[in-house]
């Protein structure tokens, strides 16, 4: 079974653009979450989204971070007009259904010069 | 607000030298309790969860084990190979997950 998949991995983005992280969940899961892990610091949760809907997205910030996660297709965490402070590892997790154990992606790696 | 501390941030062993990390949690309505394995580079790696105090959980050299305010990860035996950072989170009320700041383990052959 594939696990979550995440693309692209590594990612440089100048100052101003914009970011598309990509996540397939694992097969037979509708629940995906973003989570977001600066250097030197743990985990942070970002959203809970199932198919078409955000069901939390407490962890998001206010501007530029919006996710979605379509009928069709992988869930998408876009960032516009990225800043330095956006350089972090994003990870995204997948699970059957609520009160599941949640699986992680291997991240994609977002830097901003 | 749920919280979650790890301790020792990190840890020193020899091959063979069996020792405990501990994860410490504030939370209203623990629904579940999680460890991860993480590598450097990469994402982190399911490993156990407990869901109620006096639970415990094994597999292969590692041993997770849950009470009212801590969970502990026995480490017995270990090997080189687990070497890594090993990450406790707690569920609440909501889906998300908080985590510790993890346990950065280094095993010396």
């Known amino acids: 079974n594939a696990g979550v998949m995440q693309n692209p991995r590594h990612l440089v983005r100048r100052r101003g653009q914009e970011a598309r992280l990509r996540c397939s969940p694992m097969?037979?899961?509708?629940?995906v979450y973003w989570y977001r892990q600066l250097p030197e610091e743990g985990l942070k949760f970002m959203v809970y989204l199932q198919k078409e809907n955000i069901i939390d997205e407490s962890g998001m910030p206010k501007e530029r971070f919006s996710a979605e996660f379509p009928k069709e297709g992988p869930s998408i965490l876009r960032i516009q007009q990225v800043v330095r402070g956006d350089s972090a590892a994003y990870f995204c997790?997948?699970?059957?259904?609520?009160?599941?154990?949640?699986?992680f992606g291997e991240g994609s790696w977002l830097t901003v010069v | 607000e749920d919280q979650v501390t790890q301790s020792p941030e990190a840890l020193r062993l020899q091959e063979g030298e069996s020792s405990s990390l501990n994860c410490s949690y504030t939370?209203?309505?623990?629904?579940?309790l999680f460890w991860y394995r993480q590598d450097p580079g990469k994402g982190p790696e399911f490993l156990f969860t407990?869901?109620?105090a006096g639970e415990e959980k094994e597999k292969e050299r590692l041993k997770a084990t849950l009470t009212k305010k801590e969970s502990f990860l026995h480490i017995t035996a270990p090997k080189p190979e687990d070497s890594a950072t090993y990450l406790c989170?707690?569920?609440?009320?909501?889906?998300?997950?908080?985590f510790g700041t993890g346990t950065r383990l280094t095993i010396i052959p």
């Open positions: 997790a997948s699970s059957p259904g609520q009160g599941n154990t949640i699986y």
């Open positions: 989170a707690v569920q609440a009320s909501r889906e998300k997950l908080t």
């Open positions: 939370v209203s309505g623990l629904r579940g």
């Open positions: 407990l869901y109620s």
């Open positions: 097969k037979g899961h509708s629940h």
